[in-house]
């Protein structure tokens, strides 16, 4: 393998380049990413760019040093804009053309954006760094803001709003926050801590449009015809795969890029991180996972294959995630997404545990305020596939 081309230059893109180094690969790595910035890590933009507590310089996953270190062909600022795995080729914009002999999608994830908000002043999303600095400056105190969206970056914003201040109104449409990825229980736990802390939560909340005023935003009408007034609104309705340079490529997408065990598209072509939907064997399903140390795994996983193509490790992660709403820690371990059941392990107004079934097995924990050491005890259950009866009968003991 001489050259490897890494398309998307953030904590998936910049995984695999420290990985090939890691492991002797003295070959061409060319990283090319459409922003301008050295890759930066996304979690803190929702917690400590938005509180004011760290300034920007704390962002970049690495020093420029240890950048530089690696010895890359480093393309900042410059998008590719499409793909030929016959030739082996990535077309940039403006009109490179980028051999390859192995390749790496890593192009992440956008926002989901509201038809009809794009440009007007006061509406935010929040994937970049630009989008943090933005929407930071316009949190004050005494300010309106009207978070559409409650899952984990809404819910985080408007637990960090509240704390600066900020008037916030939670939109969700369904029953509970983040009832798909949780479930209703957990949902309601969550609902509860944002109430306690002020933020007036509308669920069941259907949006039918923004409301402008001039080229301002003014408030978000509800299809029950009642107007939320709002200085701001943050969009947070899920993202949409970074794919369509792919288009006309006859790469396979599907609520992004379709990977096999070993997270390969195509010969000598691999996608890693949050644009990735490949087939983890451990949970017999694919899936495509947002979370930050599933980019840095699936990156190192994709560097051994890359360099390995005769011996091939399938990546069968466990998910890991996690989120900070307020003082609380909230951590989840497995495929949570589909499950038949979430089962209440514990409950009090501090600790939280969930376990979720699907078919007869324990595919994922959650716990809010639960100790790291007991999470990881259920991790390894999930990690062992066990059957969920048994894993429920030894609750007693993971808890001792
Ligand atoms: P990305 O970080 O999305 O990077 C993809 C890069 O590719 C971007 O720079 C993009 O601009 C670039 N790109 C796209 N298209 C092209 C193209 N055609 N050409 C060149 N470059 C391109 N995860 C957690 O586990 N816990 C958290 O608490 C958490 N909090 C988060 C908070 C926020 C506000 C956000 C936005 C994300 C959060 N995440 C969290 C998710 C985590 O940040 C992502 O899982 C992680 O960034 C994925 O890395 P990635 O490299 O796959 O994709």
Known sequence: MKRVVIVG???????????????????????????????????PLSKQILTGQWQQDRLPLRPRADIDALQLDLRLGVAAIGLDPAGRTVLLAG????????????????ARHLPGSEGVTGVHTLRTLEDAVKLRSRLRPGRRLVIVGAGFIGAEVAAVARGLGVDVTLLEAGPEPLTRAVGEDAGRFLAQLHRDRGVRLRT???????????????GVRLTDD?????????????????????????????????????????????????????HNPRFGTTMRVEHRSNAAEQG??????????????????????????????????GHLHGHEQALVLRQDPHHWLVSYRKGD?????????????????????VAARTPWD???TATDTVAA
């Open 9 to 43: 230059a953030s904590a998936g893109g910049l995984a695999v380049a420290e990985a090939l180094r890691r492991a002797g690969h003295d070959g061409s790595i060319t990283l090319i990413g459409d922003e301008p910035h050295l890759p930066y890590d996304r979690p």
């Open 300 to 333: 190192m996983a994709v560097a051994h294959n890359l360099l390995n193509p005769g011996a091939q490790r399938p990546f069968a992660p466990v998910p890991y995630f996690w989120s900070d709403q307020y003082d609380r820690k909230v951590q989840s371990y």
């Open 95 to 110: 009109g490179v053309r980028q051999p390859y002999d192995g390749l790496v999608v890593a192009t992440g994830v956008r």
């Open 361 to 381: 097995r324990l595919t994922g924990v959650l716990g809010i305020g639960v100790p790291p050491k007991e999470l990881r005890t259920w991790r390894a259950l």
């Open 226 to 278: 009642t107007v939320e007034p709002a200085d701001d609104v943050l969009v947070a309705i899920g993202s949409v795969p970074n794919t369509d340079w792919l288009d006309g490529s006859g790469l396979k997408v599907s609520n992004g890029l379709v990977c096999d065990e070993f997270s390969a598209a195509a010969p000598g072509v691999y996608g890693v991180g949050d644009v990735a939907r490949w």
């Open 390 to 392: 048994e894993a429920i």
């Open 204 to 218: 069941l909340a259907s949006v039918a449009e923004i409301v402008v005023a001039g080229s301002d935003v003014t």
